[in-house]
Nanobody
Framework: QVQLVESGGGLVQAGGSLRLSCAAS????????MGWFRQAPGKEREFVAS????????YYGDSVKGRSTISRDSAKNTVYLQINSLKPEDSAVYYC???????????????WGQGTQVTVSS
């Protein structure tokens, strides 16, 4: 069973930064596109960012574009999401996702993590 395990969530003050991590349980994920989505209460799940298996291509959602960076360490089967200048509206459950082909929206990922809560206080 493939697993994606997120970490790094928590409570952060507005204006601060956060780095989320997602560890994949299988080395095969080094050949998968990986990404992040988020869902706030009462809202639909939203695309945040994705990165190709090689790391050469990235996509960002409009809400985080310019203040976030997605990266991956294939040797560690881990993908990271750094978000700077956090805003209260960034508060959500952040989900890691994996897909065997490109994870450019509106593709729906095949694999999902359980999510990690991020709360940004004003």
């Amino acid at each position: 069973q493939v697993q994606l395990v997120e970490s790094g969530g928590g409570l952060v003050q507005a204006g601060g930064s956060l780095r989320l991590s997602c560890a994949a349980s299988e080395r095969t994920f080094s050949r998968y596109a990986m990404g992040w989505f988020r869902q706030a209460p009462g809202k639909e799940r939203e695309f945040v960012a994705s990165i190709s298996w090689s790391g050469s291509t990235t996509y960002y959602g409009d809400s985080v574009k310019g203040r976030s960076t997605i990266s991956r360490d294939s040797a560690k089967n881990t993908v990271y999401l750094q978000i700077n200048s956090l805003k209260p509206e960034d508060s959500a459950v952040y989900y890691c996702a994996g897909h065997p082909t490109s994870l450019e929206p509106p593709v729906s990922p095949r694999y999902w993590g359980q999510g990690t809560q991020v709360t940004v206080s004003s």
